[in-house]
């Protein structure tokens, strides 16, 4: 049995870990691994399992992995080589400590109790039992002690500020040791779940789905979305929003007042932004959320095609909020995305004889994953509100059903949205006329 294996067996024994547990365990952090293949490894079978396996079992077995791959130990470190990463971690804020106490510098990671050997310190001179070539575990161990990134720490910092909790504050609630919420906040030290909870919790975080988002994005789950650079500062509302939206396969839209935002031009997103926070808008604000939109319909409107069902009211289409000339081009850049096979438009005309739901707006999100339930988002003036459970969400259905008997059918679409834009284009002749009549 190589060196490698033996360790594998031994920390699974001193873990107490059956060889199925562990594989559902590597199986979390993305990598396929099957009981019988967990067996093989302990018994040595195959001789080159892959670095990447190798990461994930020394990450959930909570050992080191210069340890797992049957390294010696570095001298300093010998004493602690069978603790675990929390427990060397502990003993390492409890030593640095002292040395602050004696006056001493910090200690660094080589020369402390949770030190990691350096590229230098793995040579040619492996046991031949090893299943890994030299380079490959250099390369491994310098991978291994990069910072990670600091995906949630600003967004924490703000918000215990925020809270008005201190740094000693925050830590008494989990628990820490002195030193280890500046860590989380840096992005040195990625938190537990339960100490991610506990810290969310305290700070006033306590939606779920919030919470499920800063866990994913700790773990890294989060880092191929696109909108994970905006998680930092962007309110937390929208952040879920994106993301819901992101994973759904079909977006219903009902606008009382407005054009749904997946259908906007750019010059009304604009204007409509400008018009929300007259007189005091704030340039940066405007860009940031014209942008963040834009990236959105690329996405999902233009590259995923994902399916659109709107429902628009009349008056929507006759504001003209940033003037004719922009609510036109509204017009015809609705005219033309109904002729999209994705895209399905109905006008709720004014009038009698016409459904109008109480309450105005509301977005359904379909998910094709059937354990992530339909979701409506209905606007409020400072956070969006979220709606899950079956009762609300079966009213919300039954009235969204009512809408599309209620509008103008899809079929009609192009018709429609013509005839609309002739009434605005009549209204601007007409007001053209009133203006050369008083200038007269």
Same mark, same amino acid.
């Given at each position: 049995?190589?060196?490698?294996?033996?360790? !594998?067996?031994?920390?699974?024994?001193?873990?107490?870990?059956?060889?199925?547990?562990?594989?559902?365990?590597?199986?979390?952090?993305?990598?396929?691994?099957?009981?019988? #293949?967990?067996?093989?490894?302990?018994?040595?079978?195959?001789?080159?399992?892959?670095?990447?396996?190798?990461?994930?079992?020394?990450?959930?077995?909570?050992?080191?992995?210069?340890?797992?791959?049957?390294?010696?130990?570095?001298?300093?470190?010998?004493?602690?080589?069978?603790?675990?990463?929390?427990?060397?971690?502990? @003993?390492?804020?409890?030593?640095?400590?002292? $040395?602050?106490?004696?006056?001493?510098?910090?200690?660094?990671?080589?020369? =402390?109790?949770?030190?990691?050997?350096?590229?230098?310190?793995?040579?040619?001179?492996?046991?031949?039992?090893?299943?890994?070539?030299?380079?490959?575990?250099?390369?491994?161990?310098?991978?291994?002690?990069?910072?990670?990134?600091?995906?949630?720490?600003?967004?924490?910092?703000? @918000?215990?500020? +925020?809270?008005?909790?201190?740094?000693?504050?925050? &830590?008494?609630?989990?628990? =820490?040791?002195?030193?280890?919420?500046?860590?989380?906040?840096?992005?040195?030290?990625?938190?537990?779940?339960?100490? !991610?909870?506990?810290?969310? *919790?305290? #700070?006033?975080?306590?939606?779920?789905? #919030?919470?499920?988002?800063?866990?994913?994005?700790?773990?890294?789950?989060? %880092?191929? $979305?696109?909108?994970?650079?905006?998680?930092? +500062?962007?309110?937390?509302?929208?952040?879920? /929003?994106?993301?819901?939206?992101?994973?759904? &396969?079909?977006?219903?839209?009902?606008?009382? *007042?407005?054009?749904?935002?997946?259908?906007?031009?750019?010059?009304?997103? $604009?204007?409509?932004?400008?018009?929300?926070?007259?007189?005091?808008?704030?340039?940066?604000?405007?860009?940031? =959320?014209?942008?963040? !939109?834009?990236?959105?319909?690329?996405?999902?409107?233009?590259?995923?095609?994902?399916?659109?069902?709107?429902?628009?009211?009349?008056?929507?289409?006759?504001?003209?909020?940033?003037? +004719?000339?922009?609510? @036109?081009?509204?017009?015809?850049?609705?005219?033309?995305?109904?002729?999209?096979?994705?895209?399905?438009?109905?006008?709720?005309?004014?009038?009698? %004889?016409?459904?109008?739901?109480?309450?105005?707006? /509301?977005?359904?999100?379909?998910?094709? %994953?059937?354990?992530?339930?339909?979701?409506?988002?209905?606007?409020?003036?400072?956070?969006?509100?979220?709606?899950?459970?079956?009762?609300?969400?079966?009213?919300?259905?039954?009235?969204?059903? $009512?809408?599309?008997?209620?509008?103008?059918?899809?079929?009609?679409?192009?018709?429609? !949205?013509?005839?609309?834009?002739?009434?605005?284009?009549?209204?601007?002749?007409?007001?053209?006329?009133?203006?050369?009549?008083?200038?007269?």
């Amino acid at each position: 049995m190589n060196v490698f294996a033996a360790r !594998l067996e031994e920390i699974m024994r001193r873990r107490n870990l059956k060889d199925a547990q562990v594989a559902a365990l590597v199986e979390q952090t993305g990598l396929t691994m099957t009981r019988q #293949y967990v067996t093989q490894l302990r018994t040595g079978v195959p001789k080159d399992p892959g670095i990447a396996r190798v990461k994930a079992l020394a990450q959930v077995l909570d050992v080191p992995l210069w340890w797992l791959l049957g390294d010696p130990d570095p001298a300093e470190a010998a004493p602690f080589a069978a603790l675990s990463n929390e427990s060397r971690q502990a @003993l390492a804020a409890v030593l640095d400590l002292a $040395r602050r106490a004696d006056r001493l510098a910090p200690v660094g990671r080589s020369s =402390g109790v949770d030190s990691t050997p350096t590229a230098d310190s793995v040579t040619a001179d492996a046991p031949p039992s090893h299943p890994y070539p030299v380079e490959v575990v250099r390369q491994a161990l310098s991978s291994s002690q990069d910072m990670p990134p600091n995906r949630i720490g600003a967004r924490l910092r703000s @918000l215990r500020k +925020t809270a008005g909790l201190s740094v000693a504050e925050a &830590e008494l609630v989990i628990g =820490g040791e002195p030193g280890m919420l500046d860590q989380i906040e840096s992005g040195t030290l990625v938190p537990t779940t339960a100490m !991610l909870t506990l810290l969310l *919790s305290s #700070y006033g975080v306590t939606n779920p789905y #919030y919470q499920t988002l800063f866990v994913s994005a700790a773990q890294g789950r989060l %880092d191929n $979305r696109w909108w994970l650079p905006y998680f930092q +500062t962007l309110p937390l509302w929208v952040v879920a /929003f994106m993301e819901m939206e992101d994973s759904s &396969e079909r977006i219903s839209y009902y606008s009382s *007042s407005e054009i749904p935002f997946l259908l906007q031009h750019p010059d009304y997103t $604009r204007v409509l932004r400008l018009a929300a926070h007259h007189p005091d808008a704030a340039t940066a604000q405007i860009e940031l =959320g014209t942008r963040l !939109l834009r990236e959105r319909q690329e996405r999902l409107v233009e590259r995923r095609k994902v399916r659109i069902w709107a429902v628009i009211q009349e008056s929507a289409l006759l504001d003209a909020v940033g003037g +004719t000339d922009v609510q @036109l081009r509204q017009l015809d850049h609705l005219i033309a995305l109904a002729t999209q096979p994705h895209i399905s438009i109905q006008v709720n005309l004014s009038g009698p %004889d016409r459904y109008r739901p109480r309450g105005g707006s /509301f977005t359904l999100l379909r998910r094709p %994953d059937p354990d992530m339930p339909d979701v409506a988002w209905i606007p409020h003036l400072s956070e969006d509100l979220v709606i899950s459970d079956s009762a609300h969400m079966a009213e919300y259905t039954m009235a969204w059903a $009512r809408l599309t008997l209620s509008a103008t059918q899809p079929d009609q679409a192009i018709r429609v !949205l013509t005839q609309a834009r002739a009434i605005v284009a009549q209204g601007r002749a007409r007001s053209e006329e009133l203006t050369d009549v008083s200038n007269v």
